[in-house]
């Protein structure tokens, strides 16, 4: 089997069987009165991973980072961590530490009292302490910043003491919720990166929980898909965008085009799929559907190629439309073409060329093709 995108590192435990996971979540539930925010949900995570938990708002997510970090205690189920029941460990005598998303800094202290103030109330030397945070500083790149308070700082700067903090005490597993959320665009997709970086020279096991689609791909290894308190997909970023396991996952992750219809033949050159209207798709990522069965393809957008004339390509899925919508948004174009029964098919085109070969606009006839091998066939 072809392996799906970028592969960022060869670390990929879950794919050896004899790997023994580090964080167990074994039929794992949690109530709060008549509300489920997790619901017999069991997932594995291991050592040295960096894990990413996404989902919507109220999807669990957090439910679940806080149960690992004993804030919470699961309702149903047992969570393991290295072999060792966490039921009934108090929160302060786990090997885990939890970065919030407020950062939660003393606005009074200092940056390197904020940094050695857990390990001040563990009772650590003097000596050690000062140690410690010299080391935090310089791991975080903060060391011309150690006298200054919070509010002195830039939004970045304060994740980064937030950061230190949290790796201060060594824990053997880091829990970030929405650590990212307080800075801007391009201070994110720059921590993004330093965060990876950070959690793979330190070797800890990390585990995001994020609603930005953008930042689980970026920084994890492998992605939990959650909703309504229970696991869509596990799988790395690559499998979970180019192999979505439903419907759901195909439409939370991306941007993606939905045909519905029913399967008319499927055998080892592929399956051709009725979509109405005429439109008969020809698909090779055929999945085990049967003939009369319904079914969804999906087709990212950066998949279609828009055009003014029919392909040659006689294998290329080819449909005729009517240019409906443009953005220009530099690096690519985005278009959406109206075909017959109205509905529309999003393209994402990338610009290589500062010239236009084949000029299109609002309201011109174009087609919209794609390979049979170029999306997937949904059964769920």
């Given at each position: 089997m072809k392996s799906l995108g970028s592969i960022r590192r060869s670390f990929a435990p879950w794919d050896d069987p004899a790997a023994t996971p580090y964080?167990?979540?074994?039929?794992?539930?949690?109530?709060?009165?008549?509300?489920?925010a997790v619901n017999d949900l069991s997932l594995d995570i291991y050592e040295r991973e960096f894990f990413a938990l996404l989902g919507a708002s109220g999807c669990g997510k957090t439910t679940l980072l806080r149960m690992l970090a004993g804030f919470e205690e699961p309702s149903?189920?047992?969570?393991?961590?290295?072999?060792?029941?966490?039921?009934?460990?108090?929160?302060?005598?786990?090997?885990?530490?939890?970065?919030?998303?407020?950062?939660?800094?003393?606005p009074h202290m200092s940056v390197e009292a904020n940094i050695g103030f857990g390990l001040k109330q563990d009772g650590m030397p003097r000596a050690e302490i000062a140690a410690r945070v010299a080391e935090m500083l310089k791991l975080v790149k903060l060391e011309q910043f150690?006298?200054?308070?919070?509010h002195q700082l830039s939004g970045g700067q304060r994740q980064r003491v937030a950061l230190a903090r949290s790796l201060a005490k060594r824990p053997k597993v880091l829990l970030l919720d929405e650590p990212l959320g307080a800075l801007d665009k391009k201070l994110r997709e720059e921590t993004q990166f330093e965060l990876v970086d950070l959690q793979q020279e330190l070797g800890l096991t990390f585990i995001v929980v994020t609603h930005d689609q953008e930042e689980a791909m970026t920084?994890?290894?492998?992605?939990?898909?959650?909703?309504?308190?229970?696991?869509?997909?596990?799988a790395t970023p690559a499998e979970v965008y180019e192999a979505?396991?439903?419907?759901?996952v195909a439409e939370f992750v991306g941007s993606v085009n939905i045909f519905d219809g029913t399967v008319r033949e499927n055998g080892a050159e592929?399956?051709?799929?009725?979509?109405?209207?005429?439109?008969?798709?020809?698909?090779?990522?055929s999945g085990s559907?049967?003939?009369?069965?319904?079914?969804?393809?999906?087709?990212?957008?950066?998949?279609?190629?828009?055009s003014s004339q029919k392909p040659d390509n006689a294998r290329a899925?080819?449909?005729?439309?009517?240019?409906?919508?443009?953005?220009?948004?530099?690096?690519?174009?985005?278009?959406?073409?109206?075909?017959?029964?109205?509905?529309?098919?999003?393209?994402?085109?990338?610009?290589?060329?500062?010239?236009?070969?084949?000029?299109?606009?609002?309201?011109?006839?174009?087609w919209v093709s794609f390979a049979p091998d170029a999306g997937v066939v949904l059964t769920g």
């Open positions: 964080i167990r979540f074994e039929n794992v539930t949690k109530r709060f009165g008549d509300f489920v149903a189920g047992r969570i393991l961590l290295d072999g060792q029941d966490l039921s009934g460990i108090p929160p302060y005598r786990r090997p885990v530490n939890m970065m919030f998303q407020s950062y939660a800094l003393f150690a006298k200054r308070k919070p920084m994890a290894d492998r992605i939990a898909i959650l909703d309504k308190g229970e696991v869509m997909q596990v979505p396991a439903s419907r759901f592929g399956m051709r799929i009725d979509c109405g209207e005429g439109r008969v798709i020809e698909a090779e990522n559907a049967d003939i009369g069965d319904q079914v969804a393809f999906a087709i990212r957008p950066e998949k279609l190629q828009v899925n080819a449909l005729e439309g009517e240019i409906y919508d443009i953005a220009y948004l530099g690096d690519m174009t985005i278009y959406h073409v109206k075909i017959s029964d109205g509905l529309v098919i999003k393209s994402a085109m990338l610009n290589s060329s500062r010239l236009v070969d084949d000029p299109l606009t609002w309201e011109d006839r174009a």
